[in-house]
């Protein structure tokens, strides 16, 4: 199987590095753009299914980017991590770091990272269920979320440093599942 990963389109949050989360904010001039340049650079891929995250940022990048080639399922497992009462906030100011699979911190009301892999495997293994071997697959998604599901595709342990993956807007990358 095929699956391409994209990073949603840029928003006015991603421009002011503040970290988004949960909140459901659209994409911006430039994200849209990043979107149709994308759908432009992937325009003789041939997919046959798109998962999306059904957070507004990303489903309007999926919906730019597949227009009426396949089908979108939109599944709440793609869902960026939630930041609980940080979102909107500089993750620079931060005490803890949020991505230290050992601390695996629920600091300020966040998702723990490992319940986001928890997540990421089960889009995963919904992913290969519903498709066939040969299949090839769009999934449009969010930043931490991908690095999460990268490293499910690729292997980790708890000593991993995920922040060494990380996905602009608008970017996409292939992987053989």
């Known amino acids: 199987m095929k699956l391409y990963v994209v990073r949603h389109g840029q928003t006015d949050w991603n421009?002011?590095?503040?970290?988004?989360?949960?909140?459901?904010?659209?994409?911006?001039?430039r994200g849209i753009k990043q979107a149709e340049e994308l759908k432009e650079k992937i325009r003789d891929l041939k997919f046959?299914?798109?998962?999306?995250?059904?957070l507004l940022r990303a489903k309007?990048?999926?919906?730019?980017?597949?227009?009426?080639?396949?089908?979108?399922?939109?599944?709440?497992?793609?869902?960026e991590?939630?930041?609980?009462?940080?979102?909107?906030?500089d993750s620079k100011t931060?005490?803890?770091?949020?991505?230290?699979?050992?601390?695996?911190?629920s600091y300020g009301g966040m998702e723990p990272i490992l319940d986001v892999?928890?997540?990421?495997?089960?889009?995963?293994?919904?992913?290969?269920t519903e498709n066939p071997e040969d299949a090839r697959v769009l999934v449009?998604?969010?930043?931490?979320?991908?690095?999460?599901l990268h490293f499910n595709i690729v292997g980790y342990n708890l000593d991993t440093d995920i922040t060494t993956f990380k996905l602009?807007?608008?970017?996409?990358?292939e992987y053989e599942i």
């Open 117 to 128: 892999f928890k997540r990421s495997k089960k889009a995963l293994e919904r992913i290969k």
């Open 48 to 54: 046959d299914i798109c998962y999306s995250s059904p």
């Open 140 to 148: 449009v998604a969010h930043g931490t979320f991908l690095k999460t």
């Open 60 to 79: 309007e990048t999926a919906e730019i980017i597949v227009g009426d080639k396949c089908k979108i399922i939109y599944d709440d497992n793609l869902r």
């Open 168 to 173: 602009e807007n608008g970017e996409i990358r």
């Open 94 to 105: 931060w005490e803890e770091d949020d991505y230290d699979l050992r601390l695996n911190s």
């Open 81 to 89: 991590k939630d930041f609980g009462n940080l979102e909107g906030t």
């Open 15 to 29: 421009l002011k590095d503040l970290a988004q989360g949960r909140a459901d904010i659209p994409l911006n001039a």
